[in-house]
C-alpha cells in the first residue's frame, strides 16, 4: 500500500518570505498524480497544486511550486512571497492510476503559520 | 470546479444516535467520496458511493456503522449510526470532475461532537 510522509508537523514562515513543505511517498508503482492541498480554518480542503508523475517538469501555479524528485519520492511544495492567507493545513496526497478511481492517500498534514 | 454543499455544518450530538450528512453538488458527478477527518488527523476515506450500486467501503468501515445512500447524481448522504465520542470528527464530502487526473474538490465539512 502507498504511504505518504510529512515530517513537519509545523512550520512558520515570515510574510513575504518562501518556506518549503517536505513530502516522502512510497509506492512502487510508475505512473501516479501527485497533490497539494490546503485546509484552511474555514475546514474546506482546496487543491493548490497537482503533478502527474510522467512530467518531468515541476508544476508551477502562480506563488505555488513544487520540487518532485520521482527517484527519491519526494514531493516538496514551496511558497513564494507568503501572505497571511496562507496560513493553513498543508496535506500531500497521492493518487494511484488503478484500483478505486481517485482514492487519495493523504499524509499527516503541516500546519502552516504565517508571521508578521 | 463544483460546489458542494454540506448539511449540516456542525452538529453536537449524544451517544447513541444517528445522524445523516447531505451532500449536494451542482453538477452531476458519477462517484462521490465519503472522508473522516478526526481531530488533528490525515484524511481517511469511508466510502466510495456510486449511483445505482452500493456503496464501496474502506477497510475498518461497515455499512452498518456509515450507511450511505446516492439516489442521484448530485445528492449522497452518509449516516452515523449509534454514535460514540470516538466518532467525533470532521466529516467530508468530496467529488472527481475530472477522471484523467482524479483530483477531488470537497465540501465544508460536517463537524460532529459526540457528548
Known amino acids: 500500500a502507498q504511504t505518504v510522509t510529512q515530517s513537519q508537523p509545523e512550520m512558520s514562515v515570515q510574510e513575504a518570505e518562501t518556506v518549503t513543505l517536505s513530502c516522502t511517498y512510497d509506492?512502487?508503482?510508475?505512473?501516479?498524480?501527485l497533490f497539494w492541498y490546503k485546509q484552511p480554518p474555514s475546514r474546506q480542503m482546496i487543491l493548490v497544486i497537482r503533478?502527474?508523475?510522467?512530467?518531468?517538469q515541476n508544476a508551477t501555479e502562480n506563488r505555488f511550486s513544487v520540487n518532485f524528485q520521482k527517484a527519491a519520492k519526494s514531493f516538496s511544495l514551496k511558497i513564494s512571497d507568503s501572505q497571511l492567507g496562507d496560513a493553513a493545513m498543508y496535506f500531500c496526497?497521492?493518487?494511484?492510476?488503478?484500483?478505486?478511481?481517485?482514492?487519495?492517500?493523504f499524509g499527516t498534514g503541516t500546519r502552516l503559520q504565517v508571521t508578521l | 470546479s463544483a460546489v458542494i454543499s454540506q448539511k449540516p455544518s456542525r452538529d453536537i450530538c449524544q451517544r447513541g444516535t444517528s445522524l445523516t450528512i447531505q451532500c449536494q453538488v451542482d453538477?452531476?458527478?458519477?462517484?462521490m467520496f465519503w472522508y473522516r477527518q478526526q481531530p488533528g488527523q490525515s484524511l481517511t476515506l469511508i466510502a466510495t458511493?456510486?449511483?445505482?450500486?452500493?456503496?464501496?467501503?474502506e477497510s475498518g468501515f461497515v455499512i452498518d456503522k456509515f450507511p450511505i445512500s446516492r439516489p442521484n447524481l448530485t445528492f449522497s448522504t452518509l449516516t452515523v449510526s449509534n454514535m460514540s465520542p470516538e466518532d467525533s470528527s470532521i466529516y467530508l464530502c468530496?467529488?472527481?470532475?475530472?477522471?484523467?487526473?482524479?483530483?477531488?474538490?470537497f465540501g465544508e465539512g460536517s463537524r460532529l461532537t459526540v457528548l
Open positions: 496526497a497521492y493518487r494511484s492510476p488503478t484500483g478505486t478511481a481517485s482514492k487519495l492517500t
Open positions: 453538477s452531476q458527478v458519477t462517484m
Open positions: 458511493a456510486n449511483q445505482g450500486s452500493e456503496a464501496t467501503y
Open positions: 468530496s467529488v472527481v470532475l475530472n477522471r484523467a487526473t482524479g483530483e477531488l474538490f
Open positions: 503533478q502527474e508523475a510522467y512530467k518531468q
Open positions: 509506492t512502487s508503482e510508475s505512473d501516479y498524480y
